[in-house]
């Protein structure tokens, strides 16, 4: 008895330390997920917010982005836009700030290929987001590059892709 | 002298019976058998039978905005995906066999190799009118001939009656299809 309840305890360390591990140590996958999920988090605003809020709130999610940031929008039935550096981004999310009340960005499909170098990657999204007042989501499939760039991950490409062409 | 054997009451019996239907004769089996349940429901819904809730009305009239369904992955188990058949389509690329939470919901209308077009809103396969019943709305569609891939399938919606700006289709490759629909 003494025994089974040792190789138990033996076990349970062993999976807290490994836990541990992982939790001290996340791999740029997991890295790049959080930093995924922060966007997500930054992009999406209540109603009601004063406008240093919206301010704070668009700063929040243009640090996402590298310096020179390259974004390319093409969805069917609208004409095709590219943001370029992290001030165009500011600015978007100041205006998507000011002409909706509320919006509601998640990413919940997310597949993460690191390059070997471990210093790039490339995330396929999709990304989902709810309007205020409209009834429809919007769902869109995208493609994100990250670079490492002084330790820590940061988007400096992100396009659309059209799922079905 | 006689002896008279006094039985539970009826009020006992019948707590006995309830106990009987809502945990079993023993306990412990049932506990094992509600845990193995529950696994095998957990995994078929999570891999198998993926449920879905559809958003939007781009599959009306055949299926109405908000209505449930579930994507069986097994469909094409042993044999390809068939025209007319609705299908899963994932808007990420594929990652193993992790389902996605997201998909489009469409109908297969060009198999690989077709020629697929929209001329005042039939559909025209190599040149050949489709036969839609499932299309019920009026429809003034028109789109230059895409020539499918060996791995690609054409995919549209029912609603042809909204604009088509408005309306996602398109082909795509064979593994974007998650699965079929159940009804």
């Known amino acids: 008895m003494v025994k089974w309840l040792r190789l138990l305890l033996l076990v349970i360390v062993v999976a807290l330390g490994a836990w541990a591990w992982v939790a001290l140590h996340p791999s740029p996958e997991r890295l790049i997920r959080r930093q995924l999920e922060g966007v997500a988090r930054a992009a999406s605003f209540g109603p009601g917010q004063g406008y240093l809020a919206k301010l704070a709130g668009a700063q929040r999610l243009a640090d996402f982005f590298s310096t020179n940031i390259e974004v390319h929008i093409d969805v069917p039935g609208h004409q095709g836009h590219t943001l370029a550096g992290r001030e165009e981004i500011q600015q978007a999310a100041l205006a998507s700030r000011a002409s909706v009340q509320s919006l509601t960005v998640t990413f919940p499909d997310v597949t993460v290929i690191v390059d070997s170098d471990q210093e790039s990657a490339v995330a396929d999204l999709t990304l989902q987001a709810r309007v205020s007042g409209e009834q429809e989501m919007v769902v869109q499939e995208m493609k994100a590059t990250l670079r490492k760039i002084n330790g820590q991950w940061l988007i400096v490409k992100v396009e659309t892709v059209r799922t079905l062409r | ?183």
Request: proline content about 8%; charged content about 20%; some cysteine.
């Open chain 2, 1 to 183: 002298m006689t002896e008279t054997h006094i039985g539970p009451g009826p009020a006992r019996r019948f707590g006995s019976r309830l106990r009987i239907l809502a945990i079993g004769r023993n306990p412990k089996t049932t506990l094992i058998r509600a845990a193995v349940l529950a696994a095998v429901c957990l995994a078929v819904f999570k891999w198998v039978l993926l449920p879905v809730r559809v958003q939007g009305i781009s599959m009306a009239p055949t299926y109405a905005d908000h209505s449930v369904n579930f994507v069986n992955r097994l469909a094409y188990r042993w044999h390809g995906p068939r025209r007319g058949d609705v299908v899963g389509i994932r808007t990420t690329p594929p990652d193993g066999w992790s389902a996605p939470h997201i998909m489009y919901f469409k109908r297969i209308i060009g198999l690989p190799g077709e020629s697929i077009s929209f001329v005042d809103g039939r559909v025209l396969v190599n040149g050949q009118t489709l036969e839609e019943p499932y299309e019920k709305g009026p429809c003034d569609w028109n789109a230059a001939p895409v020539t499918l891939g060996p791995d690609e399938y054409f995919f549209v919606g029912d609603n042809r009656s909204m604009p088509k700006e408005q309306h996602f289709f398109g082909k795509a490759e064979r593994n974007r299809i998650v699965g079929k629909a159940l009804w």
